[in-house]
């Protein structure tokens, strides 16, 4: 389907890589195959120089990993394929599937940083892409620096104190503090330096945020939450302006890591987006109501959510963000004990990790998702051992706010 700038999010996610599957089928067919044939040899032989586009083999690529990847590179780049129309869209924006959102984000970081060079990282990150900095680039030769909620005077700084600094990585808003980052600013000190800004913007979600627009350089994602948004899938993705980046050294990494996803999850990470914009509009305002609520409840110290006008960065998020997604955290005034006490008494929310289902979950990140971070890393952070995480759901919000009150009551 030939892109057009009058499309909105919804028109994009229901036909961007539709209208060519075989048979005359609706729907794009599950293409599970581990190889493809070839008509003949000299055939074989032009796909694998790169001479003719194809399909060779399912670990390097297959028809729905370029569906999928279609489909989340148009929502990401969706402004920048505006501002270009004339261009073609593969050629202004690419994306990348992966078999999890962790191999998305180590694929990304190895395509870009050798041996030698630095990575400068915002420190309150995801549990398991803090491991992966902490412990595991260093044993390969790449130093990190690492920025405690990064304001542009400290990116600036630490570019200017480590010139061999090839690459900023950070997440806005963050997981789960919900810090926000001025992202124009960390992509133009970046850039000044000769750097690129990766982003996870899982949290977030192209709904409400486009870090691309922003100048951020390549956006991450775990496809696991909202992208594929019912909780059945397992994915990443990784998208980029630089589309010789993507074609090139990414995938030639993942060709070696392998780290790709199978035709199945990639197939029901396309039919999840269909549906993509409708359940962000439904996220965004039950949490815009959870949030407030809680602010208000008598039991709640405090409540970090980038909607609320009392959140130090709103004022930030309402710049650069659309919306201000589903993802909230809180303290309780009775601190650990109460936080235990809450997830254990809910009777419609969910006690599970992970986010971005339809339905409500409610975890504990200094035991859950953050656990193989040092607590002196966590504190550091504002991970306390209180805080608790809340991906709220598409529910009728009244429920959840009554489930709330049942499993708050009395703490």
């Known amino acids: ?41 000299a055939t074989g032989a032009a796909r694998f120089r790169g001479e003719e586009d194809g399909f060779i083999y399912t670990r390097f690529d297959n028809p729905n990993f370029r569906q999928a990847a279609a489909k989340i590179a148009a929502l990401e780049g969706i402004d920048l394929l505006r501002a270009q129309p004339d261009t073609p869209p593969e050629k202004v924006v690419a994306g990348r599937m992966f078999s999890s959102g962790m191999a998305a984000i180590t694929t990304a970081i190895l395509a870009r940083v050798q041996s030698g060079q630095t990575v400068i990282a915002q420190e309150a ?55 926000v980052i001025d992202i124009t600013a960390a992509a133009e000190i970046a850039h000044r330096y000769g750097a690129w800004l990766m982003m996870d913007n899982t949290f977030a979600t192209p709904y409400c945020q486009r870090p691309l627009t922003l100048g951020a350089d390549v956006v991450v994602h775990s496809t696991t939450k909202y992208l594929g948004g019912h909780g059945v899938v397992v994915g990443g993705a990784v998208v980029s302006r630089h589309v010789d980046y993507i074609q090139g050294s990414l995938n030639a990494t993942n060709k070696l890591l392998g780290g790709n996803p199978g035709p199945f999850d990639t197939w029901l990470t396309s039919m999840g987006l269909r549906t993509f914009e409708l359940r962000m509009e439904r996220h965004c305002a039950n949490a815009m109501r959870v949030a407030q609520w809680l602010e208000a409840h008598p039991a709640v110290a405090q409540v970090y959510y980038p909607g609320l006008p009392g959140h130090p960065e709103h004022e930030l998020a309402k710049r650069q963000m659309h919306a201000f997604g589903g993802m909230i955290s809180f303290e309780l005034k009775g601190g650990l004990e109460a936080g235990k006490a809450l997830m254990e008494r809910v009777r419609l929310l969910t006690l599970a990790v992970s986010l971005g289902t339809t339905d409500s979950l409610i975890s504990h990140p200094a035991s859950m998702t953050h656990s193989g971070v040092p607590p002196a890393a966590r504190q550091a952070v504002g991970i306390t051992d209180g805080l608790v995480r809340f991906s709220v759901g598409i529910e009728n919000v009244e429920d959840i706010l009554a489930d709330l009150e049942q499993a708050m009551a009395g703490l």
């Open 125 to 179: 990150l995801y549990g398991a892409t803090y491991t992966f900095l902490h412990d595991f680039a260093p044993r390969y030769g790449i130093r990190v620096v690492w920025l405690n909620h990064p304001q542009p005077e400290d990116w600036e700084r630490a570019f200017r104190e480590h010139p061999d600094a090839v690459l900023a990585y950070a997440e806005s808003p963050a997981n789960p503090t919900m810090g």
């Open 1 to 41: 389907m030939t892109f057009s700038p009058r499309f909105g999010l919804s028109t994009l996610v229901n036909h961007v890589g539709e209208g060519e599957a075989p048979l005359d089928a609706h729907s794009n067919p599950i293409f599970q195959t581990s190889t493809f044939r070839f008509p003949d040899v």
